[in-house]
Each structure stands twice: as structure tokens, then as C-alpha cells.
């Protein structure tokens, strides 16, 4: 069965400093792997995804992640964190039986950023 | 449109009722899927419809829990004899999911539905 860790329920960091979220999977094969960010009082956002390739993904306000299989894991980075970065991140991880298999979320990480 | 859309925005319901919640995704998604959110917490997943596949309901709690979708388009989710543990925001998400490159494609989400069970 697949699942997905986020280990830290809450990251504190400055505003200016870099930043890491955690994950760890376990599926069995080559997972898919999600990103994304919850605002206050705002529906889930997609940040970015790691299919296949280059292990380290670009995504959206400046985010990245690097997938490392060996350590089964997708951690998100920033190498200067925001203020307006608060927010709930979430992991997802879908196992290789493609489309017909479903998505789950790790049990997210609030994430603040103080200035 | 232009997103997932869900309604009621919020619910409140007493202990015991039925309670159905609605879900249109964006035109075209062939997937859609349905989780649950506690307060402070991750995100549960309930249940999966692609296209004319047989949904993958082993996330549903309780056999008070069931969701239908007719081809591509609305989903309902119905809870029977709500709980007060049924309080939750639940959520609903779709994508596109056509060809071989579909199962990448990211979800979009709604904005949720807001149950609380008195």
C-alpha cells in the first residue's frame, strides 16, 4: 500500500532564510509526487511534481523539491523564505498503476515564516 | 467554468440526518475525488471515480459513507445518519486524466464543504 510522512507538523522559519518541508513515500515502483499549498482560508494550490528525470523540480512562487529515491523521500525547498509563504503544505504521492490508481496526502506541515 | 465548484459551502445538520454534498468539476475532467479534512489536520481520502472505471472506494469510513457520479460530471457525496465525528471540511478535486500522460496531471481543488454535525 502507499502512504506518505511529513514528520514536522509545524516549520519555523526567518523571513530571508532557506527553508525545507519533509516528505517520505512508500509505494512500490516509481511514485508520482505532489506539492501543494493551502492559504488561509483558500482551497489547495498546486506547487509542483515530480514525474521522472531531473531529480530536483521547479515550481511555482519560487519553490522547489528534490526527489531522492534511495531515501524515499521529496522534500520542498526555498532558498529565501517569504512572510507570505505561511501557510499548510501538503505531500502527495500517487503509485505507478497510473490513472487507475488514487492519490494520497501526507498529513501536511504548517509552515511559518516570521519577519 | 472555471474550477471545481462545491455546494453548500457550509452545512450544519443535527445528529442522525442525512446529508448529501455536491461537486462539479471542471468540464472535461475525467477524474474526481473526494477527502475529508479535519480541523488542523491532513487530507483523508475518501473516494476515486475516473471515467466509466469502477471507483476506488476503500477510503470511505463507514458504510454510512457513499458517492455517486454520473459519466464525467457531478459527484454527489451522501452521509446517512451523520455523527458528530463526521464534522469535517470536505473536499472535492478533479483532473484530466486522458492518454498516457494523464495520471500525471495535477488535481484542482474546491473550495469545500463545511460540515458540522450538532
Known amino acids: 500500500a502507499q502512504s506518505v510522512a511529513q514528520p514536522e507538523d509545524q516549520v519555523n522559519v526567518a523571513e530571508g532564510n532557506p527553508l525545507t518541508v519533509k516528505c517520505t513515500y512508500s509505494v512500490s515502483g516509481n511514485p508520482y509526487l505532489f506539492w501543494y499549498v493551502q492559504y488561509p482560508n483558500r482551497g489547495l494550490q498546486f506547487l509542483l511534481k515530480y514525474i521522472t528525470g531531473d531529480n530536483l523540480v521547479k515550481g511555482s512562487y519560487g519553490f522547489e523539491a528534490e526527489f531522492n529515491k534511495s531515501q524515499t523521500s521529496f522534500h520542498l525547498k526555498k532558498p529565501s523564505a517569504l512572510v507570505s509563504d505561511s501557510a499548510l503544505y501538503f505531500c502527495a504521492v500517487r503509485s505507478p498503476g497510473g490513472s487507475a490508481s488514487k492519490i494520497i496526502f501526507g498529513s501536511g506541515t504548517r509552515l511559518s515564516i516570521r519577519p | 467554468g472555471a474550477g471545481v465548484s462545491q455546494s453548500p459551502s457550509n452545512k450544519v445538520t443535527e445528529k442522525g440526518k442525512d446529508v448529501e454534498l455536491r461537486c462539479d468539476p471542471i468540464s472535461g475532467h475525467t477524474a474526481l475525488y473526494w477527502y475529508r479534512q479535519r480541523l488542523g489536520q491532513g487530507l483523508e481520502f475518501l473516494i476515486y471515480f475516473q471515467g466509466n472505471s469502477a471507483p476506488d472506494k476503500s477510503g470511505l469510513p463507514s458504510d454510512r459513507f457513499s458517492a455517486e457520479r454520473t459519466g464525467e460530471s457531478v459527484s454527489t457525496l451522501t452521509i446517512q445518519r451523520t455523527q458528530q465525528e463526521d464534522s469535517a471540511v470536505y473536499l472535492c478535486?478533479?483532473?484530466?486524466?486522458?492518454?498516457?500522460?494523464?495520471?500525471?496531471?495535477?488535481?484542482?481543488f474546491g473550495p469545500g464543504t463545511r460540515l458540522t454535525v450538532l
Open positions: 478535486a478533479s483532473s484530466l486524466i486522458r492518454g498516457a500522460g494523464g495520471a500525471y496531471n495535477e488535481q484542482f
